[in-house]
């Protein structure tokens, strides 16, 4: 069974940066794609960054440049770097392999939070 822990969420002023990790057990994160999610109170979970098997990774236009996703196989952690954080990026963050989906054994999410 898939389980997912992510941590480093916090609260940080405008311009700050935050690095979010996710521990993954059941699975291997190298043989998977793995992604970063985001969902902000009333809104849908959007993706944020995902890292495919072979490294490849992509952004959304509204964080990219500023979030970095990266895998270290040997701990099976994945994780995103956060910088220029903006009021708009608050929200809670979540890792999960790309083959989730609602009804997936999603982890806690670890809550960010972004002041003005």
């Known amino acids: 069974q898939v389980q997912l822990v992510e941590s480093g969420g916090g609260l940080v002023q405008a311009g700050g940066s935050l690095r979010l990790s996710c521990a993954a057990s059941?699975?291997?994160?190298?043989?998977?794609?793995m992604g970063w999610y985001r969902q902000a109170p009333g809104k849908q979970r959007e993706v944020v960054a995902v890292i495919t098997r072979t490294g490849s990774t992509t952004y959304p236009d509204s964080v990219k440049g500023r979030f970095t996703i990266s895998r270290d196989s040997a701990k099976n952690m994945v994780y995103l770097q956060m910088n220029s954080l903006k009021p708009e990026d608050t929200a809670v963050y979540y890792c999960a392999p790309t083959f989730f989906g609602p009804m997936s054994s999603w982890g806690q999410g670890t809550q960010v939070t972004v002041s003005s």
């Open positions: 059941g699975m291997i994160v190298r043989s998977n794609a």
